[in-house]
């Protein structure tokens, strides 16, 4: 109920119950909030996106707040303020935490709003337990990692990552903006823990071993809708495959694909001949073997001579002498 | 009809696999006064979702080794597989638009003593038909209509990207329901119709769980709309409806039995191709119900005439 409360009051633009709860949100934020304004090494080039991206992980922990708060209490004041264009949230969300305290607004809203809670929610002297045990159930749902020693901190970062990503093809990645609708259109998410918007975040973020080392990348069936009902455009499937390549890299590639691998690598063919379809074949009056790399020797050769030119064999661990994956 | 002739790229699952597929083409091309050239020495194309997903440049030096040989035949390539067409499409494309790219490329293909120069466009069996044959041709080559109801499934990289394919609208398409209807076969509608049949990316190889719960969804739906058959224009989805459509009874306990034809197998029913040629007793799912429909749609046609 709670929570509907909350959601309901967030959508309606009505501040939350509680005088304590814009302090404690700016309190439980502040190393986000601090850290990233001053030293933003990860976007260093592109004003626009670190905007967004400190929205964003805002956003994650604590948007029903404040963001709506600052709309309907403050807005009117603040509109001259938030005419820059670039990064109307950001001034918002900054300005939150030094005019809040001060709005004069806010004192006699906050009193008729705690009665609110106090009927809706729970009893007046545990104001501070209520707002906090649900937050902090709310972010651990709202991050990757649920343990603590498996915060996100800079150490993460690898701030070459997005770059990499975008130069090997997916530049579109940057302006992405989060919005989901990748993960709603994405039939992999509806059963497994796949989540693509996630899986974008994170590599815009730099967080390469994370992204790297998650076993849910594999999921993708590289589908497209995703890709097709993206409202910026973003080669999404890309970034799937180009993280996939970094992964593959890393070593996290499952048996089951050196396999596969190993089949082209030794056949030409991924799903190479049997002898009941040869049988087939015949029957119906086709070339027992179909005139492929399985017809011609030397075609072959010329795959295998680009396997070994491209690193292909190194990277599935392809042993030559044996005939056989490592 | 002018002379027309197509590198046609075998791939893997269909030549290795389901041979009948490929023969009903052959047959079905040559009805139509269409050429196919083979595209001696071609491999696997490679699998856009696998290969693409392991490295890159192998992916893209061996698809761009495949598209030069149908450079050096000057024919357009045309393929039958969804995932071929991905992976030889999308590499043409991104040759095309990135030299950087198509430089290293063609480093690595150096080594083979080959070079891709970019001269030929990649086609869709389909699209072919739809666009160079034509619906009056086709039908005029239907000799013994189908009173099927089908489901189509059109795949995941027939119609995209479809900023850089541009065949159909990839959300609400019609090209295959309009090819199928030729057949005599009506279309029928049903829910997630698009939907990915699980199998790409390398997910089939990986975890086949999930691919399996992929396929358990799409035959459901099929088989709530009340379908006599699976009509589908990639190899890799056919074997997944096909051989996957046991794993998924045999993981769930679910009891699906909806006979699978790939697009070409159904032209080939409907232009009087043998049974036999299709090779659809190879199926792992039978596909008696649906031949048995079809004669007695034969044999009584007249009496239903006019009946809808």
Known sequence: MSFLNRLKRALTGEGEPGEKKPKETAKTEEPQVKTEPEKPPVEEKEPETSAEEQVTVEVETIPEEEIPEEKEESTEEKTPATDEPLAPVTSESETT????????????EKSSEEELSEEIDEPAEEPEEAVEEPKKERSESM????ADENKITRADIDPRFKEEVMEAGAESVAICFQCGTCTGACPSGRRTPYRIRQLVRRAVMGLKNDVISDDSIWMCTTCYECQERCPRG?????????????????????????????????????????????????????????????TFPEALEEVQTIIKASGFDKLIGYNWEKGELE | MAEQEFAYFLGCIMNNRYPGIEKATRIMFDKLGVGLKDMEGASCCPAPGVFGSFDRLTWASIAARNITIAEDQGNDIMTECNGCFGSLYETNHLLHEDPEMKDKVNKVLAEAGREFKGEIQVRHFAEILYNDVGLDKLAEAVTKPLNLNVAVHYGCHFLKPSDAIGIDDPIKPTILDELVEITGAKSVDYKDKM???????????????????????????????????????????????????VETNNKFGTDFEIPVFHLAQLYGMAMGVSVDDLTVDAHQVCVDSALE??????????????GE
């Open chain 2, 293 to 306: 429909k079809c004669e007695e749609n034969l044999s009584t046609l007249d009496e239903i005439t006019g």
């Open chain 1, 97 to 108: 935490e030094e005019t809040e305290p001060e709005s004069p607004e806010e004192k006699p």
């Open chain 1, 234 to 294: 973003i080669k999404i499937v890309d970034v799937v495959k180009i993280v996939r390549n970094y992964a593959a890299q890393a070593g996290y590639m499952a048996p089951a694909h050196k396999a596969v691998g190993s089949f082209v690598l030794k056949t030409g063919h991924g799903v190479p001949i049997n002898d009941v379809t040869m049988e087939l074949r015949k029957r119906v009056g086709l070339d027992e073997l179909p005139p492929t790399t399985h």
């Open chain 2, 195 to 245: 939907m990915c049949c699980g199998a790409g990316g390398g997910l089939r190889s990986r975890d086949n769980d999930v691919t399996a719960d992929f396929t358990r969804e799409k035959l459901t739906n099929m088989r709530d709309a009340g379908v006599d058959a699976i009509i589908n224009v990639c190899p890799f989805c056919h074997l997944q409806f096909d051989v996957g459509q």
């Open chain 1, 143 to 146: 991050t990757l990692l649920n």
